[in-house]
Nanobody, 121 residues
Framework: QVQLVESGGGLVQAGGSLRLSCAAS????????KGWYRQAPGGQRELVAV???????NYADSVKGRFTISKVNTKNTVYLQMNTLKPEDTAVYYC???????????????WGQGTQVTVSS
């Protein structure tokens, strides 16, 4: 019912750039795109960037000044522009959203399928 489709990952050299996108859809659901997380091999999933309904943003210290999160509300899509990539950025990146059935009362957390980002030194 609720679907988050991610794209834009790939293999890049250190210092390069990638742009990730996540498009949300859901019949009879209200969906609020929230941000991006990542999970490195053998590591835990960690928050990378968040964006709220009025456009306010927050970033993990490790990506501040290099990554930018944005939304296009008319397309129900969230983006993550990643510049000056480092090998430490290598991870699977996931977008997440909160969604609620139009007739319901509770919000639930949803995740995209993930997209692999690999940065070579």
């Amino acid at each position: 019912q609720v679907q988050l489709v991610e794209s834009g990952g790939g293999l890049v050299q250190a210092g390069g750039s990638l742009r990730l996108s996540c498009a949300a859809s859901g019949t009879l659901f209200s969906i609020n795109l929230k941000g991006w997380y990542r999970q490195a091999p053998g590591g835990q999933r960690e928050l990378v960037a968040v964006i709220n309904s009025d456009g306010g943003t927050n970033y993990a210290d490790s990506v501040k000044g290099r990554f930018t999160i944005s939304k296009v509300n008319t397309k129900n899509t969230v983006y993550l522009q990643m510049n000056t990539l480092k090998p430490e950025d290598t991870a699977v990146y996931y977008c997440n959203a909160a969604a609620k059935a139009t007739y319901g009362t509770f919000w639930y957390d949803y995740w995209g399928q993930g997209t692999q980002v690999t940065v070579s030194s």
